[in-house]
């Protein structure tokens, strides 16, 4: 069965630093990996996706992540953190045992940015 | 083009009555997916719709729950009898074609408090 693991409930960085949030999955198959943000109170943002491909994807508000096989894992990283991303960060997996179909989610980072 | 919409956006009920939550997708769309969002946790897939079909219901609880997605009108998830464990929030999503590839979007959440 498919599993997402996130490394760390609570990240704290200052602005302007490094942003890394650690995900690593378990899945039989080739997996599609996705990353999502969710600020408060409001539904889920895709931030970036991995289908096929280039292993190195880039999102929005400058955010990317890498899809490294022989690791099973999927970070997501931010050069210089900003404190508008303040928010909670999920990663994703479907495969296509389920057909694709329905996502299945970690637990979630929640990014804390401070000045 | 609207996003995906979900009403009500905050909904209470004492034990025992029915919570009805609804959701329109996004233009064009006809999947659409349900997950739950219990406290402190990720969500998890509940049920998958096409228009007048439901196609995976693998994540739904045995009893109390129900879900429809009509020819014409929105998305209903429907709670019988509401339990406090109930209260979470509940998100829907859709997408264009079967999603894999394609983008799962979300809306922005009921929040079911069950008193």
């Known amino acids: 069965a498919q599993s997402v693991t996130q490394l760390g409930s609570h990240v704290s960085v200052s602005e302007g630093a490094l942003v890394l949030l650690r995900c690593n999955y378990s899945?039989?198959?080739?997996?599609?990996l996705f990353w999502y943000v969710q600020y408060p109170n409001q539904g889920l943002q895709l931030l970036l996706k991995?289908?096929?491909?280039?292993?190195l994807v880039k999102g929005i508000n400058g955010f990317e992540a890498e899809f490294k096989k022989s690791e099973t894992s999927f970070h997501l990283t931010k050069p210089s953190a900003h404190m508008s991303d303040a928010a909670e960060y999920f990663c994703?997996?479907?495969?296509?045992?389920?057909?694709?179909?329905?996502?299945?989610f970690g637990t979630g980072t929640r990014l804390l940015v401070s000045p | 083009n609207a996003g995906v919409m979900q009403n009500p956006r905050h909904l209470v009920r004492r034990r025992g009555q029915e919570a009805r939550l609804r959701c329109s997708p996004m233009?064009?769309?006809?999947?659409v997916y349900w997950y739950r969002q219990l406290p402190e946790e990720g969500l998890k897939f509940m049920v998958y719709?096409?228009?007048?079909?439901?196609?995976?219901e693998s994540g739904m609880p045995k009893e109390r729950f129900s879900a429809e997605f009509p020819k014409e009108g929105p998305s209903i998830l429907r709670i019988q009898q509401v339990v406090r464990g109930d209260s979470a929030a509940y998100f829907c999503?859709?997408?264009?074609?079967?999603?894999?590839?394609?983008?799962?979007?979300f809306g922005p959440g009921t929040r079911l408090l069950v008193l």
């Open positions: 899945s039989s198959v080739p997996p599609y």
């Open positions: 719709l096409q228009k007048e079909n439901i196609i995976d």
């Open positions: 999503a859709s997408s264009p074609l079967p999603s894999g590839q394609e983008t799962q979007y």
């Open positions: 991995y289908t096929t491909g280039a292993t």
């Open positions: 994703a997996v479907s495969d296509r045992n389920t057909g694709f179909q329905k996502l299945v």
């Open positions: 233009k064009g769309h006809s999947h």
